[in-house]
């Protein structure tokens, strides 16, 4: 089964940056558009970036301008960096590759003073 690593979650003050990191085989990462999807305390998981093979970007209305995924095929690795963050944006946050077929651990973002 093919299970994306996220790590580089932590705690950090309001208006402070974080970057994300989601590692995979680099034969998934090769043809899978990567994704960042958080889950709230208490709320259902949502979907925050994507990027295609190609680079094509998208975001949630709630990050966009804040928040810049992308990609190094070097390193099979996708980013997700996390700026001028608020406390809205504490959640377990995962890295979706569209042909993995688990979700990983995650990664716990906490902003608060």
């Known amino acids: 089964q093919v299970q994306p690593v996220e790590s580089g979650g932590g705690l950090v003050q309001p208006g402070g940056s974080l970057r994300l990191s989601c590692a995979t085989s680099?034969?998934?990462?090769?043809?899978?558009?990567m994704s960042w999807y958080r889950q709230p305390p208490g709320k259902q998981r949502e979907l925050v970036a994507s990027?295609?093979?190609?680079?094509?970007?998208n975001y949630s209305d709630s990050v966009k301008g804040r928040f810049t995924i992308s990609r190094d095929s070097a390193k099979n690795t996708a980013y997700l960096q996390m700026n001028n963050l608020k406390p809205e944006d504490t959640a377990i946050y995962y890295c979706?590759?569209?042909?993995?077929?688990?979700w990983g651990q995650g990664t716990q973002v906490t902003v608060s003073s």
């Open positions: 979706y590759p569209s042909f993995a077929t688990r």
């Open positions: 680099g034969n998934i990462f090769r043809v899978s558009t």
């Open positions: 990027i295609t093979v190609v680079g094509t970007t």
